[in-house]
């Protein structure tokens, strides 16, 4: 029940092009949804986050799309870009009991080609 | 900009050694938290860090791992005696203004 899951794998997006990743949850008390980007050698950062009283968050040109009742999330890059091309990690967090235990789904490498 | 610095950025070490890894946070912070990333893998949460006391732990970090905040400033992550499996990215991370995580540059443990 604590699982994240994420899809696909792996996502390879012409530049200019939406480039979209998937995630889905089980658990109900996750109250916050943040997606991690992350480059080789590098620790994760974080990109945008949402939480589950709003259906849609966009930052540039991430855009967060959230539904509550299929339990599911997504990140849509708009315009990729070859500077874009890392693994990215959804992950969801109970906040509620002060917690700070980010459950991170498998990650999906991303890449934009020219 | 990363929050925290992590040292060493590498270490290799032979089974059964002990290992320390440090974190020291670029600000006051009171909560810490460290997770892992095996190669190639998810990240996964081990243990969240509060005012000197365990707040919070995962099924992974059992009785081999330990943590401290030997000075004051910096907080470490102590693996007693390692295996081959744990050779990961170790991250150490920090809260935000809200509930986000930032993380640092990670500490890669090769276990030989």
Partial sequence: QQQVKQSPQSLIVQKGGISIINCAYENTAFDYFPWYQQFPGKGPALLIAIRPDVSEKKEGRFTISFNKSAKQFSLHIMDSQPGDSATYFCAALYSGAGSYQLTFGKGTKLSVIP | ?112
């Fill in chain 2, 1 to 112: 900009e990363p929050e925290v610095t992590q040292t060493p950025s590498h270490q290799v070490t032979q089974m059964g050694q002990e290992v320390i890894l440090r974190c020291v946070p670029i600000s006051n912070h009171l909560y810490f938290y460290w997770y892992r990333q095996i190669l190639g893998q998810k990240v996964e949460f081990l243990v969240s860090f509060y005012n000197n006391e365990i707040s919070e732990k995962s099924e992974i970090f059992d009785d081999q791992f330990s943590v401290e905040r030997p000075d004051g400033s910096n907080f470490t992550l102590k693996i007693r005696s390692t295996k081959l499996e744990d050779s990961a990215m170790y991250f150490c991370a920090t809260p935000g203004r809200v509930t986000e995580a930032f993380f640092g540059q990670g500490t890669r443990l090769t276990v030989v």
